[in-house]
């Protein structure tokens, strides 16, 4: 079934164009309508970052959700992952997080999570977009039962507890220089209290939001500004976060990125030698790098690959009972303490192994030699390149030639008209190769 308004991360797009108060609203009442179930006072809460349309869309969805009969509780700026936890501990019937994540302030999006945390089914959210399609005049709330909404104070707070309460009761980061990059996003209050909290000489850079400076030159997407303060202010790591604090890279004290894969090994390992890990692997997506998988593979855990996106990770780890897994991009989720991607909890994990081995983040983090990987893209207009003789027999080749030495995925982009090859392998110039082989097939079709 092709979905009108629900993308792989909740509902997402420009803000006053796409994402409008029309929309918000109609948002509102639909989920509050499904998660209306019993006869108890129904509430909800409701997050977000620093975008200037958040004040929009959250007065929209207050309005939505009020006028269904449920009560809101507005926290202000906060991480992503913290509504999830929120939502639960709080008893909430649900919970409401306005981002569009890594994206700049013109875009804005609505994630949902169920009073377990955990972001929407695939079910739940048809049942959603069916709603906002009708119409649901007659299921509004009487003039008595409308919702009321307050401002919450201490959210904050207890997020920071508990990020800090995720280390070993032994581990203070006294001693340790950091440098973290918030994006001028969600967590730029939380992450660097945190961090001084926990003992750390705490170096900001990217909390100074405006409304329109979220993710502009600054955070996980964006790392030549923390890598230059890292080197300037010779710091021992850099955390740099996306808008909503779901996804984090690290900076060695070189100025060196650290990505996604590498920070999987690095707490794999760590768990692993803890007895933490409830399953003898980690659970990633297929764009992670072999390296990975042969590193973990010696260690005597396997790696077990997803389609891309977080969604996929998390579905799978609560299938199946891990509890350690990610993307390259650094979206690492730690179910034993989150219901999603919680970059900073992910990065104190981190420095709980640098803080224990007393050694350089630059080796600390430096698990294993990446294979070469080369990644392109095409865009093409319309049709199914993919289903092309001349395109399969192209990919085919490709795969033949890489053996069992590499890798080579194609896949249609989630969000645009534009078809990922991506190789990798021992020999560099055999993966470009047969990566260029396939994009030439593509290009052939896809004009």
């Given at each position: 079934?092709?979905?009108?308004?629900?993308?792989?991360?909740?509902?997402?797009?420009?803000?006053?164009?796409?994402?409008?108060?029309?929309?918000?609203?109609?948002?509102?009442?639909?989920a509050?309508?499904?998660?209306?179930n019993?006869?108890?006072?129904?509430?909800?809460?409701?997050?977000?970052?620093t975008?200037?349309?958040?004040?929009?869309?959250?007065?929209?969805?207050?309005?939505?959700?009020?006028?269904?009969?449920?009560?809101v509780?507005?926290?202000?700026?906060?991480?992503?992952?913290a509504?999830?936890?929120?939502?639960?501990?709080?008893?909430?019937?649900?919970?409401?997080?306005?981002?569009?994540s890594?994206?700049?302030?013109?875009?804005?999006?609505?994630?949902?999570?169920?009073?377990?945390?955990?972001?929407?089914?695939?079910?739940?959210?048809?049942?959603?977009?069916?709603?906002?399609?009708?119409?649901?005049?007659?299921?509004?709330?009487?003039?008595?039962?409308?919702g009321?909404?307050?401002?919450?104070?201490?959210?904050q707070?207890?997020?920071?507890e508990?990020?800090?309460?995720?280390?070993?009761?032994?581990?203070?980061?006294?001693?340790?220089?950091?440098?973290?990059?918030?994006?001028?996003g969600?967590?730029?209050?939380?992450a660097?209290?945190?961090?001084?909290?926990?003992?750390?000489?705490?170096?900001s850079?990217?909390?100074?939001?405006?409304?329109?400076n979220?993710?502009?030159?600054?955070?996980?997407?964006?790392?030549?500004a923390?890598?230059?303060?890292?080197?300037?202010?010779?710091?021992?790591?850099g955390?740099?976060?996306?808008?909503?604090?779901?996804?984090?890279?690290?900076?060695?004290?070189?100025?060196?990125?650290?990505?996604?894969?590498?920070?999987?090994a690095?707490?794999?390992?760590?768990?692993?030698?803890?007895?933490?890990?409830?399953?003898?692997?980690?659970?990633?997506?297929?764009?992670?790098?072999?390296?990975?998988?042969?590193?973990?593979?010696?260690?005597?855990?396997?790696?077990?690959r997803?389609?891309?996106?977080?969604?996929?990770?998390?579905?799978?780890?609560?299938?199946?009972?891990?509890n350690?897994?990610?993307?390259?991009?650094g979206?690492?989720i730690?179910?034993?303490?989150?219901?999603?991607?919680?970059?900073?909890?992910?990065?104190?994990?981190?420095?709980?192994?640098?803080?224990?081995?007393?050694?350089?983040?630059?080796?600390?983090?430096?698990?294993?030699?990446?294979?070469?990987?080369?990644?392109?893209n095409?865009?093409?207009?319309n049709?199914?390149?993919?289903?092309n003789?001349?395109?399969?027999s192209?990919?085919?080749?490709?795969?033949?030639?890489?053996?069992?030495?590499?890798?080579?995925?194609?896949?249609p982009?989630?969000?645009?008209?534009?078809?990922?090859?991506?190789g990798?392998?021992?020999?560099?110039?055999?993966?470009?190769?047969?990566?260029?082989?396939?994009?030439?097939?593509?290009?052939?079709?896809?004009?």
């Amino acid at each position: 079934m092709v979905r009108r308004y629900f993308g792989t991360d909740g509902i997402r797009g420009r803000a006053n164009r796409v994402i409008t108060p029309e929309l918000a609203l109609k948002v509102g009442q639909a989920a509050g309508l499904i998660f209306k179930n019993g006869e108890h006072r129904h509430r909800v809460l409701i997050g977000k970052d620093t975008r200037l349309s958040g004040y929009m869309i959250e007065t929209a969805l207050v309005a939505g959700f009020t006028s269904v009969g449920m009560d809101v509780l507005l926290t202000g700026p906060i991480p992503t992952p913290a509504v999830g936890v929120l939502a639960r501990s709080m008893r909430a019937d649900l919970g409401v997080m306005i981002s569009a994540s890594h994206n700049l302030y013109a875009d804005n999006g609505i994630k949902l999570f169920g009073p377990d945390g955990y972001k929407l089914s695939d079910q739940v959210e048809s049942e959603i977009e069916a709603l906002i399609d009708s119409d649901l005049s007659k299921r509004l709330a009487k003039s008595d039962d409308l919702g009321r909404a307050k401002r919450i104070d201490g959210v904050q707070d207890r997020y920071i507890e508990f990020a800090k309460l995720t280390l070993p009761r032994a581990i203070d980061l006294s001693g340790l220089r950091v440098v973290i990059d918030c994006a001028n996003g969600a967590a730029y209050k939380v992450a660097p209290g945190a961090l001084w909290e926990l003992g750390a000489d705490v170096i900001s850079i990217g909390v100074e939001p405006d409304g329109m400076n979220i993710n502009k030159d600054c955070g996980s997407t964006e790392l030549n500004a923390i890598c230059h303060k890292v080197r300037e202010m010779r710091a021992d790591i850099g955390i740099a976060l996306d808008g909503d604090a779901d996804r984090v890279m690290i900076v060695d004290e070189r100025g060196h990125v650290v990505d996604g894969d590498q920070l999987i090994a690095v707490i794999a390992e760590s768990w692993k030698e803890d007895g933490r890990l409830t399953k003898s692997g980690v659970v990633a997506t297929v764009m992670s790098n072999l390296g990975l998988e042969r590193h973990l593979g010696g260690l005597g855990l396997e790696l077990i690959r997803t389609p891309v996106g977080d969604r996929y990770v998390l579905e799978h780890m609560r299938a199946h009972g891990y509890n350690v897994g990610g993307e390259p991009s650094g979206h690492i989720i730690l179910s034993d303490y989150t219901t999603t991607g919680d970059g900073f909890v992910a990065a104190l994990q981190v420095l709980a192994v640098v803080k224990r081995r007393g050694k350089p983040v630059s080796e600390v983090c430096h698990r294993f030699e990446p294979l070469p990987q080369v990644l392109k893209n095409v865009r093409y207009k319309n049709g199914k390149p993919l289903e092309n003789a001349g395109v399969r027999s192209a990919i085919a080749s490709a795969e033949k030639k890489l053996g069992r030495g590499g890798r080579l995925i194609v896949r249609p982009s989630g969000t645009e008209p534009v078809i990922r090859v991506m190789g990798e392998g021992d020999d560099k110039s055999l993966v470009e190769a047969v990566v260029d082989d396939v994009v030439d097939a593509l290009t052939e079709v896809a004009a």
